[in-house]
């Protein structure tokens, strides 16, 4: 079993279930500019697989260098050549307007990304209540502590904080 299939597998019967993963650019940040092996900048995607294992293909723009990628499995892309901007894509003002306000706020106060934005959305929009996300997360040597959303119903959001040990 590939680990994104532990969620929300039978959700509605329909077994769409969407995934944040990482793609790797063709860019280097400053930081790591210079060094014997290139660091390649990895961003985060949200990406919707349907009842067939298939990652239904998007575009999305990298955060850094904004090229233009063609995400068409988890965690593999292929930059688009010639392009360097993608007008059609979801911006985060967008979900003003297609999700609850209190959810929006939320994830604005937490600093979230547009992949956040977009598994919040997905999760919402297909009522898979019990259903959690990451909202902040820091590393204190031995253990790692940090809050999570749960959609716990239409307009009914709980935020929890956990701790767990830091695996080595
Ligand atoms: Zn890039």
């Not at 650019?25 to 985060?44: E, R, T």
């Not at 204190?140 to 809050?147: D, P, S």
């Amino acid at each position: 079993m590939r680990w994104w299939k532990q969620h929300n597998q039978n959700y509605q019967g329909r077994y769409m279930r969407g995934v944040k993963h990482l793609v790797q650019c063709h860019c280097i940040l400053p930081q790591y500019k210079g060094k014997k092996d290139p660091v390649f900048h990895k961003f985060s995607v949200f990406s919707v697989i349907d009842n067939s294992d298939t990652v239904l293909v998007k575009f999305a723009e990298c955060n850094s260098c904004g090229a233009v990628h063609k995400v068409y499995d988890i965690c593999k892309s292929e930059i688009v050549v010639g392009r360097d901007e993608v007008k059609s894509s979801l911006k985060i003002e967008d979900f003003k307007y297609s999700m609850p306000s209190q959810l929006f706020e939320l994830l604005i106060q937490y600093n979230k990304e547009l992949p956040d934005f977009e598994q919040a959305q997905f999760t919402f929009d297909n009522e898979m209540w019990e259903s959690t996300m990451v909202l902040s997360r820091e590393d204190l040597g031995t253990h790692v502590q940090g809050k999570i959303l749960r959609f716990v119903g239409k307009e009914k959001f709980r935020i929890e904080s956990f701790t767990h040990k830091t695996e080595f």
